[in-house]
């Protein structure tokens, strides 16, 4: 069974920085893209980033380029995001998501594996 753990959620005032974590386990962790997403209330999931099954290549929305960064430790079956400079249009539910393929994907339809949510909050 399939499972991904984000961490690292909370309440920062604008341009803080947190580092979110997501630990995955019951895939082949080395083999699989992975995304991070984030919906807030009201509106539809939007990808923010996205890093190849071997690391070497990123992608990000444009709201956050810049700012955020993804990184992986395929020993270690682990994923980050490390938010900087935040703002409060960046308040959302941030979801790690795992993808069947080695390519980074922007598109949510692509994942097959989502953990639960972790709340970000950035206040002005």
């Known amino acids: 069974q399939v499972q991904l753990v984000e961490s690292g959620g909370g309440l920062v005032q604008a341009g803080g920085s947190l580092k979110l974590t997501c630990e995955a386990a019951?895939?082949?962790?080395?083999?699989?893209?992975m995304g991070w997403f984030r919906q807030a209330p009201g509106k539809e999931r939007e990808f923010v980033a996205t890093?190849?099954?071997?690391?070497?290549?990123?992608a990000y929305a444009d709201s956050v380029k810049g700012r955020f960064t993804i990184s992986r430790n395929n020993a270690w079956s682990t994923t980050y995001l490390q938010m900087n400079s935040l703002k409060p249009e960046d308040t959302a539910v941030y979801f790690c998501?795992?993808?069947?393929?080695?390519?980074?994907?922007?598109?949510?339809?692509?994942?097959?594996?989502w953990g639960q949510g972790t709340q970000v909050t950035v206040s002005s």
């Open positions: 998501a795992a993808a069947r393929r080695l390519l980074v994907s922007r598109l949510k339809d692509e994942y097959d594996y």
């Open positions: 019951g895939l082949t962790f080395s083999s699989s893209a």
């Open positions: 890093i190849s099954s071997g690391g070497g290549r990123t």
